[in-house]
């Protein structure tokens, strides 16, 4: 395995429970391993071979915004609407209660994750899809969208400083 899959899927998954993190990880390599032989075998996809380290930081971020960002989302929205239809303040799971101080957290990562997104031109259906063929040309329309932007290659022009990570 690359030095950057390792690195990239490694911040990913810091600090995760470890059977969400081992699941991510998974995942991960599945998909990267998919999208490389697709990249290397397809005509339609190996615009994309010159870019393989944008895919695996892309690929990763995918499967990070629905496996975690998504999930926050929505338990931030089922907040909203128990204490919208009710006169609940915390909701309680387990021996977890989800309040008010708990949704501002998960607000303050969903706001600083949807800045990223910006900052970089990342929409929501880059990340999402079924099949990774599916990602490959989200990959590729995010890529025709970004040349216009900027006509070289699509992955250079940010350090590691650019990135919050």
């Known amino acids: 395995m690359a ?29 990267y391993r998919e999208a490389a032989y697709m990249i290397e075998k397809f005509s339609y ?10 895919v695996e930081i ?6 990070f915004h629905k496996r975690i960002i ?8 089922f907040q909203d609407t128990v204490s ?9 799971i387990g021996g977890y ?14 706001i600083n994750y949807r800045k990223l997104q910006q ?3 990342l929409y929501d259906q880059v990340f999402e899809y079924y099949e990774t063929k599916e990602f490959l040309k989200q990959v590729i329309k995010f890529k025709s ?10 992955n250079e022009g940010y350090t590691e400083e650019d990135f919050p990570f």
């Open 3 to 31: 030095d950057q899959k390792s690195k990239i899927i490694g911040i990913i998954c810091y600090k995760l429970p470890f059977d969400l993190s081992n699941q991510i990880y998974h995942e991960f390599e599945n998909r």
């Open 45 to 54: 996809y190996k615009r994309l071979k010159r870019d393989m380290s944008a």
């Open 58 to 63: 892309l690929l990763a971020m995918s499967i």
């Open 70 to 77: 998504t999930n926050l989302d929505a338990a931030v929205k």
């Open 84 to 92: 919208r239809n009710s006169n609940a303040t915390t909701i309680s």
């Open 97 to 110: 209660d989800f309040d008010q101080k708990e949704k501002n957290k998960l607000l303050g990562i969903l």
């Open 119 to 121: 900052r970089f031109g």
């Open 145 to 154: 969208s970004f040349g216009k932007r900027n006509r070289s290659n699509f």
